[in-house]
T-cell receptor, first 115, second 115 residues
Framework: EAEVAQSPRYKITEKSQAVAFWCDPISGHATLYWYRQILGQGPELLVQ????????DSQLPKDRFSAERLKGVDSTLKIQPAELGDSAMYLCASSYTSGPTDTQYFGPGTRLTVL | AQKITQTQPGMFVQEKEAVTLDCTYD???????LFWYKQPSSGEMIFLIY??????QNATEGRYSLNFQKARKSANLVISASQLGDSAMYFCAMREGSGTYKYIFGTGTRLKVLA
């Protein structure tokens, strides 16, 4: 069964350091999403790609966060510099298209702890 | 205004009993999708069930069914014959049929199945 891959699964870093997360969507899925989930809350969309183009990054803190999907396949989310408040689960998801009936499938997530 | 509302922060159910998790939504878009996800303590978001706004029948997937009441704007998840492994967070989500088709998640309901 096809799955969304993410790495690393866990990351501990000190504040002011740079961190990067990687995501490989299900093969053939054109739409890729990065979410941040703070403990006890629902996921919040950070950025949405359609192929290699960003279609929504309205909630991405652009002063420290960046995301890319250069060839329209896998994607990297970077935080530089990390802050204490960035401690959260970072989830990647993909869907075949971006229509209202399209189901998103999630990866296992990266749990980030900033010390 | 909240577009997805889950009013039950926590629920308990006895093993083998049925349980209903509530979800109400708010949209003026005639085309939308409603989704339920399960999130165990390990963190991954597992897709459970989908209901489209134009679907005439309630969705079912194994022990999961979605009680879709369009006029009341509710999409409650029913889990029949609860199992210990059903203990998890459950999120309701909506995807509207306009704009970037962004998923909007509720705050979740934590379900605990008792032996």
């Amino acid at each position: 069964e096809a799955e969304v891959a993410q790495s690393p699964r866990y990351k501990i870093t000190e504040k002011s350091q740079a961190v990067a997360f990687w995501c490989d969507p299900i093969s053939g899925h054109a739409t890729l999403y990065w979410y941040r989930q703070i403990l006890g809350q629902g996921p919040e969309l950070l950025v949405q790609f359609q192929d290699e183009s960003v279609v929504d990054d309205s909630q991405l803190p652009k002063d420290r966060f960046s995301a890319e999907r250069l060839k329209g396949v896998d994607s990297t989310l970077k935080i530089q510099p990390a802050e204490l408040g960035d401690s959260a689960m970072y989830l990647c998801a993909s869907s075949y298209t971006s229509g209202p009936t399209d189901t998103q499938y999630f990866g296992p997530g990266t749990r980030l702890t900033v010390l | 205004a909240q577009k997805i509302t889950q009013t039950q922060p926590g629920m308990f159910v006895q093993e083998k009993e049925a349980v209903t998790l509530d979800c109400t939504y708010d949209t003026s878009d005639p085309s939308y999708g409603l989704f339920w996800y399960k999130q165990p303590s390990s963190g991954e978001m597992i897709f459970l069930i989908y209901q489209g706004s134009y679907d005439q029948q309630n969705a079912t997937e194994g022990r999961y069914s979605l009680n879709f009441q369009k006029a009341r704007k509710s999409a409650n998840l029913v889990i029949s014959a609860s199992q210990l492994g059903d203990s998890a967070m459950y999120f309701c989500a909506m995807r509207e049929g306009s704009g970037t088709y962004k998923y909007i998640f509720g705050t979740g309901t934590r379900l605990k199945v008792l032996a």
